[in-house]
């Protein structure tokens, strides 16, 4: 059993994925070829952004936006304790200090409360300036942007949407990475649209910004002259295979994928909700990609015994996220470290994540919640 089955996928799209390689091939155009631009304006019009600019990977993707505003030494960045590193490691990456704030104890998002006590507390200690707020989707789910907005225009502070993981969920049918002044997102082969390979976007409405963006993405170079460089930038280009496959990719996650993922995100909680663990949620109006399917068991199962017994039957899991971002070692001598984010730290004590991907069938998730249970019970 596949925690999220790629090889499916590819079964299923095989022909159209193997002629689209096929095509870059012949041709030979394996940088900047015309699949990058037209991918471009598909994720643009998917998202409902006049801008879309791909480049290497998710987390160039963040480091790239957080240049575009120049942010750097002695400016605040505010952060989700519950995530993966990246969203924290970008913005010290650029000089700046990452604040970690407490997650909601349901969605796992950042808690609105807790971020503008957060900026309170840095606007009093007067150590730093508050500039930018990262906001990640995290497991499918969009953050609570409407209350986070709010905050941002309360203290003139730039909103990041990080959509690593929400890529195809949404809010009252407005597209995750639109919320953001600049969203990202990642195309790892495991991400709700990935890639075979590493790949990511950045997404604004921002006409100037954009502008910057593709300079950054390519050595800082001036318009179309490659080789008049006006700025120092990153070599992060979406290479044009990836984009080939993302393009046959993409097509299916429109038509089938996002709807039969939740499908599957519907019988998990109809088999599990008897059992004495908490089911993932997801607001009202929300729909989740489901990039997790995260369950969180009572405080002081033995995890690790679950983990094995579920190995043993033939199913993987896995731990999102065994360390809060405060507690890293990269972060052990600087101010982050004095986060209080009691939420995370339960979180990271109790929540394990169950195989979940748009092509398991009913039967399937049944063999798992029926396992699950008897370990449990």
Same mark, same amino acid.
């Given at each position: ?19 689209? @390689? ?31 600019? *791909? ?34 490691? #970008? ?17 796992? /998002? ?31 789910? #969009? ?12 203290? /003139?502070?730039?909103? %990041? ?15 995750? #990475? ?25 997404? *604004? ?7 910057? @963006? ?26 044009? @295979? ?26 998990? /909680? ?8 908490? %089911?993932?949620?997801?607001? /009202? ?8 399917? *995260? ?5 002081? *199962? ?73 370990? @449990?019970?």
């Amino acid at each position: 059993m596949e925690f999220r089955d790629l090889k499916k996928q590819y079964q299923v799209l095989k022909q159209d994925i193997d002629k689209s @390689i096929l095509e870059v091939c012949e041709n030979a155009n394996y940088i900047s070829g015309k699949q990058v631009a037209e991918l471009e304006k598909e994720l643009a019009d998917y998202v409902g952004v006049k801008h879309c600019i *791909t480049c290497a990977n998710g987390t160039d993707a963040i480091s790239i936006a957080l240049m575009t505003w120049n942010i750097g030494e002695g400016d605040a960045v505010f952060v989700p304790d519950f995530t993966f590193f990246s969203s924290g490691e #970008c913005p010290a990456g650029e000089g700046a200090t990452p604040i970690f704030v407490d997650v909601d104890a349901e969605t796992y /998002n950042i808690n609105p409360e807790c971020l503008e006590k957060a900026v309170q507390n840095v606007l009093n200690e007067k150590k730093y300036v508050p500039k930018a707020v990262v906001a990640v989707d995290l497991f499918g789910q #969009c953050a609570e942007y409407d209350r986070i907005r709010e905050i941002c225009e309360k203290y /003139n502070l730039l909103l %990041l949407e990080d959509a690593a993981q929400g890529f195809g969920g949404s809010i009252q049918g407005k597209m995750a #990475c639109s919320f953001g002044d600049i969203a990202t997102t990642s195309f790892f082969p495991a991400k709700p649209l990935g890639c075979y390979g590493d790949g990511g976007a950045i997404f *604004t409405d921002r006409d100037d910004w954009a502008a910057l @963006i593709r300079s950054l993405c390519v050595h800082g170079k001036s318009g179309e002259d490659k080789y008049n460089n006006i700025q120092l930038g990153r070599n992060s280009r979406l290479d044009t @295979i990836q984009a080939a496959v993302l393009k046959v990719k993409l097509q299916a996650f429109r038509e089938y994928e996002v709807i039969d993922v939740n499908k599957a995100a519907t019988w998990y /909680n109809d088999k599990l909700k008897d059992l004495n663990i908490q %089911l993932p949620y997801v607001k /009202n109006g929300y729909v989740s990609s489901w990039a997790q399917y *995260t369950i969180r068991l009572a405080e002081g *199962t033995d995890r690790g015994k679950i983990q094995k017994r579920l190995k043993e039957a033939g199913i993987p899991s896995m731990i999102y996220y065994v360390k809060p971002m405060h507690l890293q070692g990269a972060f052990s001598d600087t101010d982050s470290v004095n986060a209080d984010c009691p939420v995370t730290e339960k979180l990271c004590q109790t929540v394990l994540s169950l195989p979940i991907h748009p092509y398991m069938d009913e039967d399937i998730i049944a063999y798992i919640s029926n396992t699950l249970k008897e370990i @449990i019970r």
